[in-house]
């Protein structure tokens, strides 16, 4: 389905260096380079700064998943449901679109790889890291290790030395991302992606996705419509579900199509970063940007210049809730296929849910003031979350398909 990963834009973290530098220590046996990280602190929010160093081969490739330019206009829904089919074509066939590595590293090493990406995902996704040790060892290092991956990407774009990333830091890390693929990982956080990815029917498309997104980041500050945030928030956030779904697997009791388990998750990714874009709007305006529709805006009779000045209005409020409204949406989409997943792996799925939910109640409680008041679940909220969500990943899919249905 989905880890609960997606970018919150405009918070930096500031971590002192000494203490990310504790997250990724490495032993002095080991093959692979250490890795510098920068985190953020916010559970929601992607961050890892990759070391950039002078022997890293400098590729500028840049990989495009869109279809070829045809004689009809292809919306982005399109674009990425022939992601998704390709994704679910791939988890029938248990098999991978590249030939399967046999890393053969040091099992210890490998091991503390893993666990380094453990306590990462304990540290800054505590909520979801206490979900994922109902899984099964294999399956919940895997998870450990594709968070991380994404954290570190993200952090490229919304870290500390965001102001210093190019394209070019971008095609070095979609070269890494291929080295990865091909069993050739540049540390230690990059072999248990590596070793991940040779056990489970992961394919390479949605993480280059993700870096794309990346790139729109450094690109564009603004989108004509929705059906362009639709793609971006597919990029940033929509890809984790597809990277996520072999690996949590599908339950066996499922009448569901792969296809639709996988589209769920790609909702629930959606719903994430819109909830993520609502709750972020300050703190994006701050930085001169604007992830919300240009037109919507405008039919709402908003400014940009109403935006960056703050501007609660009747106008806004109304605007808000029709934001609100389309991200409660794609949770409700997004319900239909957590159940399908193994009943192991749905714990994590529905606190993330249920939490991220939350924040849009809170935005509303808050008078819709998203400028100068941040939507915050509360640690309480979180704690009773967790039981509720543990009560939801007991539900059989025969079960919950009925009761969504009703």
Not at 179 to 193: H, K, N, Q, T, W
Request: with cysteine; net charge neutral; proline share 4%.
């Amino acid at each position: 389905m989905l880890l609960d990963i997606s970018p919150s834009h405009g918070q930096l973290s500031h971590s002192p260096r000494s203490e990310i530098r504790k997250l990724c220590r490495v032993s002095r046996r080991t093959r692979w380079n250490s890795c510098s990280t920068n985190t953020h602190s916010v559970y929601a929010s992607v961050g890892f700064e990759p070391e950039m160093s002078a022997n890293l081969p400098i590729l500028s490739t840049f990989v495009s998943s869109a279809p070829a330019a045809r004689d009809v206009v292809v919306s982005s829904r399109q674009k990425v449901y022939e992601v998704v089919l390709k994704q679910a074509a791939l988890a029938k066939a248990q098999s991978r679109s590249i030939a399967a590595v046999d890393l053969k590293p040091d099992i210890n090493l490998l091991k503390e790889a893993y666990d380094r990406c453990g306590e990462v995902c304990q540290e800054y996704a505590k909520t979801f890291y206490l979900g994922t040790l109902l899984m099964t060892p294999e399956r919940r290092r895997a998870i450990w290790a594709i968070y991380v991956w994404c954290r570190r990407t993200d952090e490229l774009v919304d870290g500390p030395n965001a102001s210093q990333i190019t394209p070019s830091a971008l095609d070095r890390w979609e070269e890494r991302l291929n080295d990865l693929f091909a069993g050739r990982p540049y540390d230690m956080l990059d072999a248990a992606v590596s070793d991940t990815v040779s056990k489970f029917p992961v394919d390479i498309q949605p993480f280059k996705d993700m870096i794309k997104g990346m790139r729109m980041d450094l690109e564009r500050s603004r989108y004509s419509n929705f059906d362009e945030l639709y793609l971006y928030c597919y990029y940033v956030a929509g890809t984790v579900g597809l990277m996520s779904v072999p690996v949590m697997g599908i339950a066996p009791e499922s009448k569901a199509t792969t296809e639709s388990v996988y589209s769920a998750s790609l909702a629930l990714g959606i719903a994430n970063q819109l909830t993520n874009i609502l709750r972020d709007v300050g703190e994006d305006a701050s930085r001169g940007r604007i992830y919300l529709p240009r037109d919507e805006l405008a039919q709402a009779g908003i400014s940009e210049e109403d935006v960056f000045e703050g501007r609660v209005t009747d106008r806004w409020r109304s605007f808000m809730k029709s934001q609100i409204r389309r991200a409660r949406m794609f949770f409700q989409e997004a319900e239909k296929g957590v159940s399908s997943l193994s009943q192991a792996s749905r714990w994590p799925i529905w606190a993330s849910l249920l939490l991220y939910r939350e924040i849009l109640d809170e935005i509303e409680r808050n008078d819709y003031n998203n400028f100068t008041k941040r939507a915050c679940v509360g640690k309480a909220k979180k704690l009773m979350a967790l039981p509720a969500a543990y009560g939801r990943s007991l539900i059989s899919p025969s079960s919950h398909e009925h009761f969504v249905n009703l």
